[in-house]
T-cell receptor
Framework: LAKTTQPISMDSYEGQEVNITCSHN???????ITWYQQFPSQGPRFIIQ???TKVTNEVASLFIPADRKSSTLSLPRVSLSDTAVYYC????????????FGSGTRLSIRP | GAVVSQHPSRVICKSGTSVKIECRSL??????MFWYRQFPKKSLMLMAT?????????EQGVEKDKFLINHASLTLSTLTVTSAHPEDSSFYIC?????????????FGPGTRLLVL
């Protein structure tokens, strides 16, 4: 299981673009990278998932370099409601492997 | 995305009683379900992995006789905290994975807040 390392916390302001980087040096060939968002007293919510290069959906973009040893979650024009903990997870989803959560990044957005 | 529900959303019980938490995948069949526990301001800690029709696999340090997990169908898994004590008070979250070639994503339930008095 690839271990992930993220900044413990980040601060930003409304309207800014926020980039959260995750390191996963031991990522395996079959591993995917998934990002979740969690608000207090709620279950994690799926944000985006990717294997390589760039993935974009309606809420975020995920950038993965060629070596896949890191990934960056990009949140465009954040708002106060984006204040949450963001988790980067790496795992082989093609089997019944378990997913282990790291410490996550606590993102605080200010007016 | 797929929807996972949990019931109850919160429960308060007396020490020594047992509490059952249900986890349901509402619009997909979950071949694998996971149970996590989360303490305040901490990350999710995996407790066990269960596959439909087979015994759950518990993580190291998790007492299988205390946290009974049943995955009787492809849409339902239950976690029973037996003889609960105040230290079992926590936020319990389940997740489910369809395990198909089209969707390997893990979807999480809203969580269950357990308070043992």
């Amino acid at each position: 299981l690839a271990k992930t390392t993220q900044p413990i916390s980040m601060d930003s302001y409304e309207g800014q673009e926020v980039n959260i980087t995750c390191s996963h040096n031991n990522i395996a060939t079959n591993d995917y990278i998934t990002w979740y968002q969690q608000f207090p007293s709620q279950g994690p919510r799926f944000i985006i998932q990717g294997y390589k290069t760039k993935v974009t959906n309606e809420v975020a973009s995920l950038f993965i370099p060629a070596d896949r040893k890191s990934s960056t979650l990009s949140l465009p024009r954040v708002s106060l409601s984006d204040t949450a903990v963001y988790y980067c997870l790496v795992g082989d989803y093609s089997s019944a492997s378990k997913i282990i959560f790291g410490s996550g990044t606590r993102l605080s957005i200010r007016p | 995305g797929a929807v996972v529900s949990q019931h109850p959303s919160r429960v308060i019980c007396k020490s020594g009683t047992s509490v059952k938490i249900e986890c349901r995948s509402l619009d997909f069949q979950a071949t694998t379900m996971f149970w996590y526990r989360q303490f305040p301001k901490k990350s999710l800690m995996l407790m066990a992995t269960s596959n439909e029709g087979s015994k759950a696999t518990y993580e190291q340090g998790v007492e299988k006789d205390k946290f009974l997990i049943n995955h009787a169908s492809l849409t339902l898994s239950t976690l029973t905290v037996t003889s609960a004590h105040p230290e079992d008070s926590s936020f319990y979250i389940c997740s489910a994975r369809a395990g198909t070639s089209r969707d390997e994503t893990q979807y999480f339930g809203p969580g269950t807040r357990l308070l043992v008095l």
